[in-house]
């Protein structure tokens, strides 16, 4: 074991100084680089989102802020990064860990002792700090997550958003005084998001780190930011400002790029050009309701302005590829179940994840199964689809036995798409990717060639045949890992967190490629913790709580149930808490869709950088996730 560094315990300050100038950090093997030429400092103090479609170095940017890149992940930097006058390239990560610590998506990737408080001191014993300061920052570091009651317990016995809550205290702990933080919230349910957020705004309140956030649940965090940086999909600065400057006065410009924007700010936008006077713009859900229940009722000429009567609330008919397919106007279809699930008990070890689950899930169904982490959401779907053998008899899906069925007969009849992409790569290439279940299936040649090339173009994959899938970005493996499951065909296909890793552009033409497929009869299951997304797409809600199934009903009845909610441990989605029981606008009360709101984006909304946005190829950036 190397010596460790002479760190100084002095202590914590407000922050660190980060200054980033003309960065541009290219892959092995990649086409361009992202990000390129960006230039932005960091103050003391300072909370700093990162927005940016995908691919365009969000992440990449992150792992260079604290040394990862280039001294773990090669790739060939332009430009510098210093913190605190310290070049990253030059200082190593160990020597720039008291000033900046990273925070990644998943925790456990970051966790590595048994206890809870060995975790946090883990990384001040190894700066070779005294005793007594160790076990100071430590318990320091504890208290302000809400995890010092928990100090002996062993990490695997958090929950997800206490995982994330400790992965946040270790940072804290090293004294850092810049803290980045890679999508925290990402694999988080509701609640689990809302104890990451608490966190951090302990952390903001005592001004003792500066916070740079790469982050897609903005609903959230908004109200932590100070400051938005954006990145357009070539991986260049397009905008830097206040969020008053960056959210509320360019959101439109935002939401034409393709990221992330609150849903209140969606919602807004789509209000605005219906002849809603709401300004400023909204970002939160308690913002927007209080802005309708001062506005005067819009224009005559507004569209839809004005509506009193039922079908105020009704679903229009919208393009599959805007994201805004009426999945719940579709009229039900009277159908034999295509899945049946009796008894299924399924354990890990000694452990039971899942007791006695009864499910029917009938021909073209639109499931969301949604539940805490850890509920068993995930086992339950991979034992559908046979990724985790149930136990024979207990689950029929399309009239086979997924215990018993061989993999061929499977695949044919029910696609899976899990969480993290690389753990269903198979080859060497996309292109065969793709190929593989049509190969296994006997089609001919000339007919994977037309199938695959059509799934490239549907993705945005066109001119990465020959790309290995593992070198692909966090969002082009999603893609790709979703088209090898809808290329067979099969009439059920099940995802898990579809929209993972995704910006709002792709995610928004996912679930309509979802929707369409849905309208056109296939059955669809996705695991998801956004709420948003349920409400907007699916016809039908399991909600899975400790192994077992507490409800399975039609999406509106489930979010009407607040009893329900507050046992499963699940929010109503931003829009439905912003437009319940609003007595300025009841042509709007009650609606829980985005789709369902008067008014438009416009097409022709204004662009950042003042061009049409166009899509380069993107980066390897998700290879060092």
């Known amino acids: 074991m190397t010596a460790s560094p002479d760190f100084s315990s002095a202590p914590r300050r407000a922050g660190v100084s980060a200054t980033v100038t003309h960065l541009a950090v290219r892959y092995p093997d990649a086409a361009s680089a992202a990000p390129d030429g960006v230039s932005f400092s960091v103050g003391p103090g300072e909370v700093v989102l990162i927005l940016g479609p995908s691919g365009s170095g969000k992440s990449t940017l992150a792992l260079s802020l604290n040394g990862l890149i280039p001294h773990a992940i090669p790739a060939d930097i332009g430009g510098s990064v210093l913190i605190d006058g310290r070049d990253t390239t030059q200082a190593t990560v ?75 205290a270790t940072a804290l702990a090293m004294g850092s005084g810049l803290l980045v933080l890679d999508e925290p919230t990402a694999n988080l349910d509701p609640q689990g998001i809302d104890d990451v957020a608490a966190a951090l705004a302990n952390v903001v309140e005592s001004g003792d780190s500066s916070i740079v956030l790469v982050e897609h649940n903005l609903d959230a965090m908004v109200e932590l930011v100070s400051r938005v940086i954006v990145l357009d999909a070539n991986g260049h600065l397009v905008a830097d400002g206040t969020t008053d400057a960056v959210l509320r006065g360019r959101a439109a410009e935002l939401s034409a790029l393709g990221v992330w924007l609150p849903v209140s700010a969606l919602a807004a936008l789509r209000l605005r050009a219906a002849g809603y006077a709401l300004d400023p713009l909204p970002l939160t859900a308690a913002e927007l309701r209080a802005a309708l229940e001062t506005a005067a009722q819009p ?209 928004d033409e996912l679930l309509g490629i979802l929707a369409e497929l849905n309208a056109q009869g296939t059955t669809v299951i996705v695991v998801t913790h956004d709420m948003q997304l349920v409400t907007e797409y699916v016809t039908h809600t399991a909600v899975i709580v400790e192994g077992r199934l507490l409800a399975h009903a039609p999406t509106a009845d489930i979010f009407a149930d607040a009893e329900l909610l507050r046992a499963a441990g699940l929010r109503r989605p931003p829009l439905a808490s912003a437009l319940a029981d609003l007595s300025m606008h009841p042509e709007i009360s009650g609606i829980v869709r985005l789709a369902d709101l008067p008014g438009t984006l416009s097409a022709d909304s204004g662009r950042l950088g003042g061009t049409e946005p166009q899509r380069a190829p993107e980066s390897t950036e998700g290879a060092a996730r």
Not at 436 to 461: H, K, P, S, W
């Open 94 to 168: 160990a020597e720039l860990s008291p000033s900046v610590a990273m925070v990644f998506q998943d925790p456990d990737a970051q966790i590595v002792t048994s206890t809870v408080f060995d975790e946090v001191a883990f990384g001040p014993e190894n700066l070779a700090l005294p005793v007594h300061e160790v076990l100071s920052r430590a318990e320091a570091a504890l208290r302000r997550v809400g995890l010092w009651e928990r100090r002996d317990d062993n990490p695997d016995r958090l929950s997800g958003g206490g995982r994330q809550r400790l992965a946040i």
């Open 299 to 507: 224009a005559a000429d507004g569209a839809n302005a004005g509506r009193t009567d039922a079908s105020a609330a009704m679903p229009r008919a919208s393009s599959p590829a805007s994201g805004t397919v009426p999945a719940l106007a579709r009229t039900e279809r009277p159908a034999e179940p295509i899945i049946r699930v009796r008894d299924l008990t399924v354990r890990r070890g000694r452990t039971p994840v899942l007791h006695g689950i009864d499910l029917d899930v009938r021909a073209g169904e639109f499931l969301a199964v949604v539940g805490p982490n850890g509920a068993g959401k995930t086992t339950l779907v991979q034992a559908i689809a046979g990724v985790v053998p149930p136990p024979r008899g207990r689950v029929v899906v399309d009239g086979i036995d997924p215990g018993r069925a061989d993999v061929a007969a499977l695949t044919a009849r029910i696609g899976f798409v899990f969480q993290n992409p690389e753990h269903q790569f198979v080859t060497n290439s996309v292109f065969d990717e793709l190929a593989q279940g049509l190969r296994l299936r006997g089609a001919n040649e000339a007919e994977i060639q037309t199938r695959v090339a059509d799934m490239l173009e549907r993705f945005g994959l066109t001119g990465r045949e020959a790309s290995h899938p593992f070198l692909l970005s966090g969002g082009q493996k999603r893609r790709l890992s979703v088209g090898t499951a809808l290329i067979a065909g099969a009439p059920v296909l099940a995802l898990d967190e579809p929209t993972f890793g995704q910006d709002r552009a792709r995610a």
